[in-house]
C-alpha cells in the first residue's frame, strides 16, 4: 500500500532529535523523500531512513543564517525537484526557571532561532512551493504559545510562531500552498529533559497535563503527517495543540 506521501519530498529542521528526528522517521515511513535539517545528529537521522530503505540526505543547518537556509532548501529541489512539505521545526528554550524574567540577552537568541528562523525557513519554502501551486507547511510552536507559559523569549517567540503561521496562510492559500503549526505540550525530548532533571522543574511538569503524563515525540509527529497530508486538505492558519488536555482547563 502506497504511503501517503509516495513520491514526495520533505524538508525537516531541528530533525537530528526529539519531536524533528520523530517527524523526519514518519515522513519517511508515508513514502516521502526527506531531507534533515540540523546543528547536531541530521546524519544519523538521515542514515537510519536509508537503511531502512528510504531516501534521505542530511543538511548541517543554522536557521538563523538566511543564505544558509535558503541554499539547503534549494538543494533539496536540486536534487528531487520539488518540495511538498516542510517542517520549521528547530528550536531552543534558553530560559531556566531562576532566569529572571526579560533577560534580554536569553530574549535576543531565542526570538532570533524560534521566530526568525521560522521566518527565514517559510519564505525559502514559499519561494519554491508558491510557483506551483501546492505545499504544506507545518511550524512547531507550543502550549506557550498559546497561553503565558514559560519565559519571555520562548513564550513571546511562540506566540509570533502563530502569528507567522497565520499570515502566510492568509496570504498563500489562493496559491494552493497550506501553512499550519502544532502546539506541543509538555513532551518527552531531549530540550525538556534538564528542566525535567530538576525535583522542581519535574514537579512543574507532572502537575501541568491533565491526562497526568507527558507526550511522546511520536504522538506529534503523527499530527504534523496529519496536517501535511491530503486528509488535512481544508485545514490552514491553525495551531493545533496536542497536549494532553492542557489548554482545555
Known sequence: MAGLFEGK??????????????????????????????????????????????EAFAIALDVTDEAAVNAAVDAVVARWGRLDCA?????????????????????????????????????????????????????????????????????????????LTRS?????????????????????TPMTAPIAADPQGRAVLDQMTPMARMGRAQEIADAVIFLCSDKASFITGHPLAVDGGYMAR
Request: charged share 15%; net charge negative; with cysteine.
Open 87 to 163: 517542517f520549521n521545526n528547530a528550536g531552543v528554550t534558553l530560559e531556566m526557571l531562576d532566569t529572571p524574567w526579560g533577560d534580554v540577552g536569553a530574549y535576543d537568541k531565542t526570538i532570533d532561532i524560534n521566530q526568525r528562523g521560522v521566518l527565514l525557513c517559510m519564505a525559502a519554502e514559499l519561494r519554491h512551493m508558491a510557483p506551483r501551486n501546492n505545499g504544506a507547511i507545518v511550524n512547531t510552536s507550543s502550549i506557550a504559545g498559546l497561553s503565558g507559559a514559560g519565559g519571555a523569549g520562548y513564550c513571546g517567540s511562540k506566540h509570533a510562531v502563530i502569528g
Open 9 to 54: 519530498t520533505a524538508f525537516v529542521t531541528g530533525g537530528g532529535s526529539g519531536i524533528g528526528r520523530a517527524t523526519a522517521l514518519s515522513f519517511a515511513a508515508e513514502g516521502a523523500k526527506v531531507a534533515v535539517a540540523d546543528l547536531r545528529g541530521a546524519d544519523a537521522v538521515a542514515d537510519e531512513i536509508n537503511a531502512a530503505g528510504g
Open 168 to 188: 502566510a496562510a492568509l496570504r498563500f492559500a489562493a496559491e494552493g500552498v497550506r501553512v499550519n503549526a502544532v502546539c506541543p505540550g509538555v513532551i518527552e
